[in-house]
T-cell receptor, first 108, second 117 residues
Framework: GQQVMQIPQYQHVQEGEDFTTYCNSSTTLSNIQWYKQRPGGHPVFLIQLVKSGEVKKQKRLTFQFGEAKKNSSLHITATQTTDVGTYFCAGPGYALNFGKGTSLLVTP | DGGITQSPKYLFRKEGQNVTLSCEQNLNHDAMYWYRQDPGQGLRLIYYSQIVNDFQKGDIAEGYSVSREKKESFPLTVTSAQKNPTAFYLC????????????????FGSGTQLSVL
């Protein structure tokens, strides 16, 4: 499978601030998926990106796939306490290969 | 209500003991997976199965075994050979991937926390 690296490992923001997590690969990815895991919960699928340069939005969340298909990002505008959790990117393979995740803490 | 059910939610293992984690799905998915989650380590693949009666080792299969006798069930046994079994275990399922690099999205169970006594 194609390994992906995520940064940062942790991010602590004040409610209302923006947040971005980055996912990088040394090889070209055919696609990338993003998941969110709430504290004490299980990962839940957010989105899949397939096309070079693709940008998709889900309310305050913006997902991007790089032109070279080697990186991706998730940006949250004006964070809320409900955004707390760990965000994982996952690269393709015979089974998905998950990054180590970025844990987001939002302080009211 | 369709989904994936993992049981038990919490499990304790004694030294030298084998324990089995249950995973059942009623989503009619062909593929099933077991991941191990340790703090700060993300999700690491233990075993996966693309079809009944077939399964493949993942990145950290040593000390684990699985079976896939029924489409809806994919139990994981943590054997005594697994010296550091304390972790959160997640089972997932998906529609069958169309080929390497074309992964379907995963649906996860609520997990089993395994601890050593």
């Amino acid at each position: 499978g194609q390994q992906v690296m995520q940064i940062p490992q942790y991010q602590h923001v004040q409610e209302g601030e923006d947040f971005t997590t980055y996912c990088n690969s040394s090889t070209t990815l055919s696609n990338i998926q993003w998941y969110k895991q709430r504290p004490g919960g299980h990962p839940v699928f957010l989105i899949q990106l397939v096309k070079s340069g693709e940008v998709k939005k889900q309310k305050r969340l913006t997902f991007q796939f790089g032109e070279a298909k080697k990186n991706s990002s998730l940006h949250i505008t004006a964070t809320q306490t409900t955004d707390v959790g760990t965000y994982f990117c996952a690269g393709p393979g015979y089974a998905l290969n998950f990054g180590k995740g970025t844990s987001l803490l939002v302080t009211p | 209500d369709g989904g994936i059910t993992q049981s038990p939610k919490y499990l304790f293992r004694k030294e030298g003991q084998n324990v089995t984690l249950s995973c059942e799905q009623n989503l009619n998915h062909d593929a099933m997976y077991w991941y191990r989650q340790d703090p700060g380590q993300g999700l690491r693949l233990i075993y996966y199965s693309q079809i009944v009666n077939d399964f493949q080792k993942g990145d950290i299969a040593e000390g684990y075994s699985v079976s896939r006798e029924k489409k809806e069930s994919f139990p994981l046994t943590v054997t005594s050979a697994q010296k550091n079994p304390t972790a959160f275990y997640l089972c997932a399922s998906s529609r069958q991937n169309r080929g390497a690099g074309t992964n379907e999205k995963l649906f996860f169970g609520s997990g089993t926390q395994l601890s050593v006594l």
